[in-house]
DNA sequence: AGCGTTACTGACAACGGTTTCAGTTAGCCG
DNA sequence: CGGCTAACTGAAACCGTTGTCAGTAACGCT
């Protein structure tokens, strides 16, 4: 390895001097110096940078799943914030899995200047650890129970499952199910909460076998539809409360041959790419996904700027948006004998 | 930041005593350290065990595009690898340009001990420096010109668009289009070359008309798909060289309500989570996706053993897959009058 | 010429670990 | 109890870079 000793000796001058040269400062021998650095091929070392220094140019990220399209957005967002910054993303999956969470945190606190979790879980306070590293966090997507004091970026979730409710409302639904995402985690909880909340202040109650909680991987929303299918009196409407559960409901609907919307009508969480082009093309709630990466990328750099570190925790929530599409209809539309009879005999 | 020494101090030992019980040295103090760590809350610093290891225990990974699914996967096939070991991924996005690929690069080679690159051309000799710079790099997806000394898992690009172009054949279509990717990376000349090859064998020839080049982004395989269509002869079958343009293309028959399989049968390259759902089921050529990027990471590893790093350029070539589903059928499947007379009539 | 100012320079001490080297202590044996 | 070995220890050097400090040289001015 080429060190910068070897330029200053190789320049004629001291390491200082090239040091200062590398600063930008105006330096007498230049020429000499910028000559023996291309000659050699010269990278100052970004390990003993960051020792004398104290930062690592590194910031760490960690998200349940980076192959979750919701993710991968997120992650471009903030990828983007930091292309025009001297700063690099430190990539992590947490596989929804807060030991595995707690590992990787452990591990980055020491390499990175600041964290942006997606945390696995609300419960797990071992994340709030990190504040002792003096590592800045940022919570994207997900909160912590105890977290106020931490900037966050997230969606009004709440908002989200009354306006997927809602809609079903509007269309006449009464026998609605539910695929929640793990209630240990606020989308999990909250998008519940707001979905059969405010079904029951309209009057639709959501029986035990119709309240049903996954895990936000396709295989749970394919299994959990599957076992929606199998009562004896199915719901003619579910909500899925993330892409990829919706992907597997939406799976399991067509391997049971059953008519969306005409039988059942699916809404999800979060669009995808291919929302517009599926059969049927979904309902969705939609949300600013690379807008998110952006935000938590620009709140963290705020705060390792020196300038402007402290600063009381800012909390940005964002809005969701019904895109209707043609997943949802009103009860019946495409009556199969059987079924109907049983939902208009109720 | 608590340093060894204030671990020392507190423990009444040197800091050398420390560092030794810290690397699982027998150590006559270890109770009164232990302690004295859990107390400070003491992590060792990365940076300065960089500094004296030179070993970053990072691989660098620059992909094009981290919301393609593809990409998606193949990162989280590497980072499937690297749960196990100490390292982890340090991620940047290329976005298909190859100058923004070397500068992120340049700063790469600084911070990392190995790089995996899908590089944005195969004409930009700048990623063989990073040879200079004695960091191992291993490719993935794609070559460079000149790059046959180094580590590589690739695909067979030519075969997958052979097959791509014996489907369509079979089928018995003669009016054949490619929306090719960028001509200047290997999957984007070499499917292009297999598709375009073997329909030529045939006696089929694709004129420049139906011969079009797009990024691999799915803007791009919109405009051409609706460029075919204005066409006074459009084709009767198109193969879209990637997972997004395919999207692009499909995106575009719809919005110009083109019968699928019926006016216009379509192929893709690279299978999508919703393949299946989407309407019409997409027909593609498949390939391993996240074994792609376990393998290449494994390779990177084992360059980077020092019981095993040497060795010859270990060049891995997976085979593709055609998937049939409900895209592709026979020319005029589903005649609209005016199209496939012209048709019958060539 | 003598003085003060400005512009640049090199020696050296950090930063926080690890490793070598030369002890020192403890343990064992006769 | 003396001598020998084995087990452990601390001082110090080092990794590559940056910042401080004390200079030195060049220049302009009286």
Redesign the interface.
Known sequence: ?VTIHDVAARAGVSSATVSRFLRGQRVRSYEAIQAAIDEL?Y??????Q??KS?R?N?IGVVVP???N?YF??V??GM?SVT?TE?Y??????SDESSE?EDDVL??????VDGIILAPATEQDETPLHVR???VPLVFVDRDLAGGERFDAVLVDNDGGGRQAAEHLLSLGHTRVAAISGNLDTTPGRLRREGFVGTLAKAGVEVPPEYDLVGDFK?HSGYQLTLSLLSLPEPPTAVFAANNLMT?GA??AL?DMRIDIPGQISLIGFDD???G??????LTVVDRPMFEQGVLAMRLLLRRLDPGDGGGLASRVVLDTKLIERASTAPPGGHPSPARTRKTRSR
């Not at 990278?43 to 003993?48: D, E, F, G, K, V």
């Not at 690099?88 to 999956?93: D, K, P, T, V």
């Open positions: 390895m091929g990278w100052p070392s970004a390990a003993a960051s020792l104290g690592t590194t799943d980076i192959t399209p991968a957005a992650v471009k990828e292309r001297p690099r993303i430190l990539l992590a999956n595995q452990a591990d980055l606190v020491r390499r002792d590293a003096d396709e992907l939406l799976k067509h995808l790419d291919t517009p082009l599926l059969r049927p093309p």
